[in-house]
């Protein structure tokens, strides 16, 4: 048996195998609610032989979308939306069903990528947008709203409603994003927050909301839910948020109840530098999981099986997470089983898809 192919416990939720599809925006919802592209592109993945796919970022306010066809889950109707959408990948997946639950912050009012991705004009489809300080992502953006106490309330309490719905509808477990430059990256980074409060200046102060988020949703969610985090581990720029100091949060997090911390990097700043290539941030999740002991989802251009391998025979990360790759091959998966010699659970309607090379590919159920 492959380590890639091998059961493992995301805190309280045990999983078929080690192999995760990440979080990957769609940019196809109607005023939050899922759509059927959601239905077919939810249960696809679902299928795709890995053990864990998680939902993509979804928001917990309006405001909180990166564009106004961002996925949501902030009131009944996106609550029954998104519930109808997974009730193929429930009823013909083998996945446990995670969603990562976010809030854009500077980087939010934004036409989606294949329409420029630029942010959108006030009454032309734009809003106004938050973040820890005035500071805007893009020098030509307008200049987020610094939150006040009372906007910072209403950020926790949005992230705790959000997860007490994705309980309801059962989903297994939630990734809070805090990284790629959204607003608690925002919070946690020098370069974006200029905060002279409880919530600005020391490591301790910027780390605050990510914790208290982080405590909101573990106490909106029943015990069976794991809870986690993806984290940017630094942002290529000096005197950014820095590895030393991810290390700091993910122990943290852990004295905390996190339950898996899965490890990104960059998105806060235009000028950020990255050494962009074939497993670039493993050095980040690795050094992670040696210090804080956390439970680590690698990422990062991993592509190959042989490689996804390696990473867990390693003992840089206890799960490896494929993005795009799973975008160009939905059978990713299947793949990579059979690369591995291993086997994965399929549909019997796929069954004689196998080719013969492939061996005993699929689990047939008896």
Same mark, same amino acid.
């Given at each position: ?94 996945? +446990? ?9 500077? +980087? ?47 950020? +926790? ?36 927050? +200029? ?51 991810? !290390? ?12 898996? !911390? ?11 530098? !990255? ?30 099986? !042989? ?60």
């Amino acid at each position: 048996m492959s380590h890639l192919f091998s059961e493992y416990n995301l805190g309280p939720v045990s999983v078929p195998n080690r192999l995760v599809i990440a979080p990957m925006c769609q940019y196809s919802a109607d005023n939050g609610r899922a759509t059927l592209w959601h239905l077919m592109h939810i249960a696809n993945l679902a299928m795709s032989g890995a053990g864990t796919v998680i939902i993509e970022a979804t928001a917990v306010l309006p405001e909180g979308r990166i564009s106004d066809q961002c996925l949501g889950l902030w009131n009944d109707e996106t609550e029954m939306a998104l519930n109808s959408a997974l009730t193929l990948a429930r009823k013909e997946g083998q996945a +446990k069903l995670l969603i990562q639950l976010a809030h854009a912050g500077r +980087k939010g009012s934004c036409a989606v990528p294949w329409k420029g991705g630029k942010q959108l004009p006030l009454g032309k489809g734009g809003w106004t947008t938050i973040s820890s300080s005035d500071l805007p992502f893009d020098p030509a953006d307008r200049p987020p709203v610094a939150l006040d106490k009372d906007g910072i309330e209403r950020i +926790k309490k949005g992230f705790a409603e959000s997860a007490r719905r994705a309980a309801a509808i059962g989903l297994d477990g939630i990734e809070i994003h805090a990284a790629h430059g959204y607003l608690l990256h925002q919070f946690l980074s020098p370069l974006s927050n +200029k905060r002279t409060d409880e919530y600005g200046g020391s490591l301790e102060n910027r780390m605050r909301l990510v914790l208290e988020v982080f405590d909101a949703v573990r106490m909106a969610t029943p015990p069976h839910m794991t809870v986690g985090i993806r984290i940017s581990a630094c942002d290529w720029v000096e005197g950014g948020w820095s590895l030393e100091e991810s !290390i700091v949060l993910a122990k943290t997090l852990k004295e905390h109840g996190c339950d898996f !911390i899965d490890v990104s990097s960059g998105g806060l700043s235009m000028q950020q530098q !990255i050494p962009i290539g074939p497993g670039y941030q493993l050095k980040l999740a690795d050094a992670i999981k040696r210090e804080s002991g956390l439970p680590t989802i690698a990422v990062g251009l991993i592509t190959e099986a !042989i490689q996804a391998e390696q990473v867990l025979v390693s003992g840089q990360a206890d799960m490896v997470a494929i993005a795009r790759a799973a975008l160009f091959n939905p059978r990713w998966g299947w793949h990579a089983a059979a690369a591995l010699g291993d086997q994965v659970k399929a549909p019997p309607q796929y069954w004689r898809g196998a080719p013969a090379h492939a061996g005993k590919l699929f689990l047939r159920e008896t």
